[in-house]
């Protein structure tokens, strides 16, 4: 390593403007002196400080400091990553060594002395969490009793460590059974270094189990929509005899459903069964996976697995509220009402003025109460103005689009005017700006699809509308789209393109603005009779949100897992919707497998979602006490309502994943090994992957920086020299 170390000035003023002025400054102090001081002792005293005072203010001014520059050799790292879990111990073969005997083999050979000679050597010894760095030396001395193993954290903990870092390879001396992760696509990467894998065992001879089976997880969608075909699949694994078939059953509600046999092949191994469902009614429907157990097999708990699925109502309702009919409105309620994926409800004034309705009302009134909202997802506006609307359905309007309402302004001369949308609440929603409110154009406006448009769902996707749009007839002019909104279509005028169709998220929810009243016009164009309809039917189905988005009271339960094993924790948490899941109070009622109800009284704590923002939420952190099929509902209560949770079912098995017994995963290992560039060896392969890896070291040129004039000696001689001046001063009576 070489260093060296320079004087640098940082000031950012002229040199030779501050040496002016400290020249000037010095030459003012000596003939003031002169000339007013005598000098004898005191005057000569007094001139010594001030001008002494004015050289370390001129160090000051100049910012001096002391840069230190050292050039250092970086050498490569070749990373150990070894697993210390209890899976470890199973034999290789029969009657062979166990795991851990041929890693700790391998980390005690000669390879270790070779390689450190050209690199740093570090053991990450690693189980349920990744552990510190260690020497070889010091790895040999542990043992392997860690009760999960969770691979792919521990390699995405190692590329975080070392990221910036050369580092030569990582040899991972592992079984390969990660005990956290459902699938293996996470091999693929990619990885920022070469892996290199260790080859346990030969495939085939490890020793002979007793059949044994397992159904290892669930994989459906917990919520789906009724009457739609949905999968689940169960991954079944374990030992079996050859020549018999396994059968696995699928219970829908306790009601046989399903039954599907497959086989494991020789010497363990695992499958994919895969179920379609139907969803026919709505409601929560609990499926029960189930392989019948072999003679012989002792741990049968984890033969049965359950999931608790949603289904959830298609019908997404609407809600249009129109002025005096008119062209676009007859077009509109007739497009909704045939084949459209929503079901209308429509409010047109009539000619008396009352209202007349088009659709199921039920209780629904032009009140729009945040309660009467909530039963809808999307609300459309017509040709109104805020007098007809008013300003308290404008402020339930503004709150329904905030907690994640869509809004679809459609407008219409009244809307777009003076008066109209712009004039209340509603103001904060419009996705564009539009000072001085200029009259509509009328004439013939051929309609372009934007490039947002062209990417945006309404217009793009692979049912795009490639023969374009027909021509409009009107368009309110002057709009400029705020920063957050998007001009999916423009009309092409005399006096440039105007914005037609902006669309903008609000809060939660969604708005789109329509400046046109003339679009009823696409149902009319010559081989196109269902534009328009196709039209609002992608509009409308963009628009939509989830269901959950609009429930104003409702409680969702969750968890991490859905298996775990004797002596683990499982946190639930439960979530809160509506405005008043900070005030709720939120039990949670779980069944064990004998059949007890155990009430439990869940803890407020914020949920922290992906985005960084936080909501209410609470949380129960439970140990099960016996293996079997445990199910959990939360229940809120406020201001005497009460909302209780789908059920969350999560199965407690008696034997760890580490115990099992399961043969070595090579197919992850291998991968792991071809998609970082690495490769997978045996242990008398490692001297000669040694050889072969080139990986040199780098210099780096680190440089540290030390302030000389921001130091306290320099800052306490300045007011030292003021302090002797003023006591000279004060001594010889001057004023």
């Known amino acids: 390593m070489s260093a060296w170390t320079d004087i640098v000035f940082e000031h950012v003023v002229p040199t030779a403007a501050l040496v002016v002025v400290l020249i000037v400054a010095v030459a ?434 692979t049912d795009r509308f490639e023969s374009g749009l027909p021509p409009v007839l009107s368009v309110f002019p002057g709009t400029t789209p705020k920063p957050a909104a998007q001009v999916l279509a423009e009309a092409r005028t005399p006096t440039g393109a105007q914005p037609l169709i902006i669309v903008q998220s609000y809060g939660q929810g969604r708005v789109a603005a329509i400046l046109s009243e003339s679009l009823w016009r696409w149902s009319l164009a010559p081989g196109e009779t269902d534009l328009y309809r196709r039209f609002w039917n992608r509009l409308l189905d963009w628009m939509s949100p989830e269901q959950e988005q609009l429930a104003p009271f409702e409680v969702d339960l969750f968890a991490a897992a859905t298996t775990l094993h004797l002596g683990e924790q499982i946190r639930l948490t439960a979530r809160v919707g509506g405005t008043e899941g900070d005030s709720a109070i939120v039990t949670c009622r779980i069944r064990t497998p004998d059949g007890r109800s155990l009430p439990f009284r869940m803890s407020p704590r914020p949920i922290e979602t992906t985005g960084g923002r936080t909501m209410p939420g609470h949380e129960l952190v439970f140990t099960p006490e016996q293996p079997g099929a445990y199910q959990a509902i939360a229940t809120a209560e406020v201001n005497g309502r009460r909302a209780e949770s789908p059920p969350y079912d999560f199965l407690v098995r008696s034997v760890s994943a580490e115990g099992t017994g399961r043969p070595a995963n090579l197919d992850l290992l291998r991968r792991l090994a071809e998609a970082s560039g690495g490769s997978m060896i045996r242990a008398t392969e490692l001297d000669p992957l040694i050889a072969r890896v080139h990986a040199e070291s780098r210099e780096e040129i680190k440089v540290s920086w030390r302030s000389l004039w921001n130091h306290e000696v320099v800052l306490t001689g300045l007011i030292l020299l003021i302090v002797i001046e003023w006591t000279i001063r004060r001594r010889a009576n001057m004023a």
Request: glycine letters at 10%.
């Open 28 to 461: 003012a102090l000596t003939i003031s002196a002169v000339r007013m001081l005598s000098l004898d002792r005191v005057g000569i005293a007094l001139l010594a400080t001030r001008l002494g005072w004015l050289v370390l203010l001129g160090w000051c001014l100049l910012m001096p400091a002391r840069r230190e520059t050292a050039r250092e050799e970086v050498r490569p790292r070749w990373i150990v990553l070894l697993d210390v879990s209890a899976s470890m111990t199973n034999a290789t073969s029969a009657g062979g060594p166990t795991r851990w005997q041929t890693v700790r083999a391998v980390v005690e050979s000669p390879w270790v002395r070779t390689a450190a000679q050209r690199w740093i050597v570090d053991v990450h010894p690693f189980a349920e969490e990744l552990g510190p760095r260690m020497d070889p030396a010091d790895a040999i001395h542990l043992q392997p009793d860690g009760s999960a193993t969770h691979l792919r954290d521990a390699l995405m903990r190692l590329a975080a460590l070392h990221r910036g870092q050369p580092v030569a390879g990582v040899l991972v001396l592992s079984d390969g059974l990660d005990t956290r992760e459902p699938r293996d696509e996470w091999a693929a990467g990619p990885w920022p270094f070469p892996i290199h894998t260790l080859e346990l065992e030969t495939p085939g001879t490890a020793p002979a189990r007793p059949p044994d089976l397992r159904i290892d997880r669930i994989e459906t969608p917990l919520r789906v929509v009724v009457g739609w075909n949905s999968r689940l699949t169960a991954t079944l694994s374990g030992e079996a005899p050859p020549d018999r078939a396994v059968a696995v059953r699928l219970y829908r509600n306790e009601q046989l459903l399903h039954e599907i046999p497959t086989q494991i092949g020789t010497g363990g191994g695992s499958r994919d069964v895969v179920f379609h469902l139907d969803n026919p009614t709505v409601g929560t429907v609990r499926y029960r996976v189930e392989v019948p157990p072999f003679d012989g097999e002792t741990e049968t708990n984890d033969n049965v697995a359950v999931v608790t699925v949603q289904v959830v109502d298609a019908q997404n309702r609407l809600l249009y509220l129109e002025d005096v009919p008119r062209w676009e409105s007859k077009y509109l309620i007739r497009a909704l009402q045939a084949g459209s994926p929503v079901a209308p409800l429509a409010f047109v004034r009539g000619p008396d003025g009352r209202f007349l309705t088009y659709g199921g009302r039920g209780g629904m009134t032009l009140d729009l109460t945040p309660e009467q909202l909530a039963g809808f997802k999307t609300v459309v506006l017509g040709d109104l103005d805020m007098s007809a609307l008013g300003e308290g359905r404008a402020r339930s309007l503004l709150e329904f689009v905030r907690r994640g309402g869509r809004l679809v302004l459609l407008g219409g001369p009244k809307a777009w005017g003076p008066e109209g949308f712009a004039a209340g609440p509603l103001r904060a929603v419009l996705p564009f700006d539009r000072p001085g409110t200029p009259p509509p154009l009328e004439g013939s406006f051929e309609v372009v699809i934007t490039d947002e448009g062209r990417a945006h769902p309404v217009f793009g996707g």
